[in-house]
């Protein structure tokens, strides 16, 4: 390390921790000190490609799986993320849909969960904001109150998909996404090879291609193959932080700590740190999701610029939410087919995703290993498992417009890879971990970054989301203060 | 090789492609695999389990056709079935045969 002491010391190089580095960086003097700490290696995406065309990559062994760095006391149970510099940014699909405004107000108006202490209103202009230095692909009208266009125009429907946005209009969408529809800033278009999570054309937005400047600038020291396993916490505030490199320990001071691994280890750091909130750890989930193949009689599904040309609104929300989860359906442009003489593309496949309710009986805990926490999984909750009964019996309807021959479904995924809860968001520090600028409620230098924040789990993909809430919790820290 | 001429009974299967196809999944997935396929792909033919009962068979038979130029054909079963090489988006990208590139919206 260069230094004895930091200004601001961040964990990880995902969305959370790139998009508050890169607001903070934005009014930071020309002097400020910051070491971010990386656990794994820079593995580039042309590298990974090759990894999985079948040629041999030295980069291929630096970084772990994901499933050796966790103790998983269910293992048919999967939590799907990416180590490495960038964090999961390698192996997201690239899906940018914003929350709806009742996501966040899930008490207020339908009696389950909790009310974020932040909402739509609040978190509007840092979505735009997101969604420009993302260049989100997207449609002209949404199910959510935008003020502009998007930055590049909507990919293109399948002729299945046009069919039902002329019936449901904004609630049948083409889907905001990461994926690029045109050209820009060295990405390339998207041309629906449908293996988003290392996208073999580099139209996909990942911090690698971000060209943000933000681990580059000169006031930024990154350390790679750096574990940091706990905080030492003085009186309410971090006044170290801890961490594992070439079978070292190392102790740093840093003014300001920003937790940015993700839901599973910012809750085992602070475990490990002794954090004696209540809810830390506490609430682990994700969406639930499955696959419905719809076989049609005498339509086939063609066209289509990407891999999820759609996003359907129609099962989501509603006073239905009182009783069980919200339903977003994503349009699938898989290459798939029906091995059938004449009816090889009339097939549509829709991959229904439903939101869950944190349960505290679902969980982080620490190991005698330091650096590996132990996942304590139940399933999903009942509200959740109506939901999907609900929608097998309400999709016949909701797809009348077609000519429907029959609906089959998948066994539910193992995972949506979206990590949440652990360190949820509340007004009080009796209702979660963080308030709503992701400061620990306790130690008011420390921010915990990323989808562990979340108050409830929306059926909507987390990764626009908890990058606004990075910046939100940036601007309204440090521009002030900087001034 | 039996399943795949099996599930598409209806089609004209090049021979010696279905014998690549077969050759180049077996390299793919290494020997020790390659027997327990073997294994199983034999009692799901001796018992004529089709596709809708068999993840394996999906797999395969998946697989073959999609790494054949069957679809930029567009799904004309009256033309020989020839294999192209084995189908991988991250070695040969914008290669979805149902996407806007093969199928354009109308001008």
Not at chain 1, 175 to 192: D, K, L
Not at chain 1, 432 to 447: A, C, E, I, M, T
Not at chain 2, 20 to 43: E, H, I, P, S, W
Request: hydrophobic share 35%.
């Amino acid at each position: 390390m260069k230094q004895t002491a930091y200004d601001v010391i961040a964990v990880g190089t995902g969305f959370a921790t790139t998009f508050f580095l890169k607001e903070y960086l934005r009014t930071a003097p020309a002097k400020a000190k910051v070491l971010v700490l990386e656990r794994g290696h820079f593995y580039p995406r042309a590298e990974r490609a090759k990894d999985l065309s079948g040629e041999p990559t030295a980069f291929a062994k630096l970084n772990p799986h994901s499933n050796d760095a966790i103790q998983n006391n269910r293992p048919e149970k999967d939590w799907h993320f990416s180590i490495g510099f960038g964090g999961s940014s390698n192996c997201w699909y690239g899906c940018t849909p914003r929350f709806l405004p009742s996501d966040f107000r899930m008490k207020t108006l339908y009696g389950v969960g909790n009310d974020w202490p932040i909402q739509y209103d609040e978190l509007d202009p840092y979505y735009e904001e997101v969604e420009d230095l993302m260049s989100i692909s997207g449609p002209a009208e949404t199910p959510y109150p935008r003020r502009k266009p998007y930055p590049q125009p909507p990919h293109l429907f399948t002729e299945v998909d046009k069919i039902l946005h002329q019936k449901y209009g904004k609630l049948y969408i083409n889907q905001p996404t990461a994926r690029a529809r045109v050209a820009m800033n060295g990405r390339n278009p998207c041309c629906a090879s449908a293996v988003c999570g290392v996208c073999p054309a580099n139209a996909k937005f990942t911090i690698e291609n971000s060209n943000f400047g933000v681990y580059e600038d000169p006031r930024v020291e990154l350390l790679f193959g750096a574990q940091v396993y706990g905080l030492e916490l003085v009186q309410d505030r971090v006044r170290r932080v801890s961490f594992r490199q070439d079978n070292h320990d190392f102790h740093v001071p840093g003014e300001v700590v920003a937790l940015g691994t993700n839901a599973l280890f910012n809750a085992n750091i602070l475990l490990n740190s002794g954090d004696t909130n209540a809810l830390t750890g506490r609430g682990l989930g994700e969406q639930l999701g499955l696959q419905a193949h719809v076989y049609l009689d005498n339509m086939q599904s063609l066209g289509g610029s990407t891999w999820v040309n759609a996003n359907g609104y129609m099962l989501y929300d509603g006073d239905h939410r009182k009783e069980y989860a919200a339903c977003l359906m994503e349009s699938s442009n898989a290459p798939l087919f029906r091995p059938e003489s004449g009816k090889w593309r009339n097939l549509v496949s829709f991959r229904m995703i439903f939101a869950d309710l944190p349960n505290n009986e679902n969980y982080v805990a620490t190991t005698a290993d330091i650096m590996k926490p132990q996942i304590h999984y139940k399933g999903p909750s009942d509200y959740t498992l109506r939901g999907v009964e609900a929608m097998k019996k309400r999709l016949p309807d909701v797809l009348s417009c077609l000519p429907v021959e029959k609906i089959s479904y998948d066994p539910p995924f193992s995972s949506e890879a979206h990590i949440l809860g652990t360190t949820r968001m509340s007004a009080t520090a009796q209702d979660g971990v963080v308030d709503k600028y992701l400061r620990h409620h306790q130690y008011r230098n420390l921010f915990v970054l990323g989808s562990g924040s979340f108050t409830t789990y929306t059926p909507a993909n987390p990764t626009l989301t908890l990058s606004a809430l990075s910046l939100h919790a940036a601007r309204n820290t440090f521009s002030s203060s900087h001034a | 090789m039996g399943i795949i001429h099996n599930e598409f009974h209806f089609l004209k299967l090049d021979p010696q492609g279905v014998k690549r196809f077969v050759a180049d999944y077996c390299r793919l997935n290494g020997l020790g695999k390659q027997l327990t396929m073997n294994l199983k792909t034999k009692t799901y033919r001796l018992l004529k389990v089709d596709a809708e009962h068999s993840n394996l068979v999906r797999i395969l038979t998946h697989l073959y056709l999609i790494s054949t130029d069957f679809f930029q054909n567009r799904m004309d079963e009256s033309r020989e079935v020839k294999y192209l090489g084995l189908y991988n988006p991250h070695k040969t990208p914008c290669a979805n045969p149902f996407s806007a590139v093969y199928y354009p919206p109308a001008a």
